[in-house]
């Protein structure tokens, strides 16, 4: 079992960055695609970012991209996602989420964690 909670959410006015952090526990961190996905007041779930095991692939949302960078310190169990010239449509609730390869590949993603709020003011 993978256990995973986020920090580093709160206010900030449009413009503004905010940098978070999902700490991992449980499970062989390294072999593990990791992301993040967002969940707007009334919306579904998508899909912001995304990183590979080793860190050296990438996915974004054509709506954060550019804007967004996410990372990931295999050695600590640690991933980030830092977020600069944030606009309010970026206001949501963000989770961390981890799945194996083989689950990834179908896209289901079986860890989550409990959420952190970003809202973003104007």
């Known amino acids: 079992q993978v256990q995973l909670v986020e920090s580093g959410g709160g206010l900030v006015q449009a413009g503004g960055s905010l940098r978070l952090s999902c700490a991992a526990s449980?499970?062989?961190?390294?072999?593990?695609?990791m992301g993040w996905f967002r969940q707007a007041p009334g919306k579904e779930h998508e899909l912001a970012a995304r990183?590979?095991?080793?860190?050296?692939?990438?996915y974004y949302a054509d709506s954060v991209k550019g804007r967004f960078a996410i990372s990931r310190d295999n050695a600590k169990n640690m991933m980030y996602l830092q977020m600069n010239s944030l606009k309010p449509e970026d206001t949501a609730v963000y989770y961390c989420?981890?799945?194996?390869?083989?689950?990834?590949?179908?896209?289901?993603?079986?860890?989550w964690g409990q959420g952190t709020q970003v809202i973003v003011s104007s």
């Open positions: 989420v981890a799945a194996s390869i083989s689950r990834w590949s179908i896209g289901k993603y079986d860890y």
């Open positions: 449980g499970g062989t961190f390294s072999t593990y695609m």
């Open positions: 990183i590979s095991g080793s860190g050296t692939v990438t």
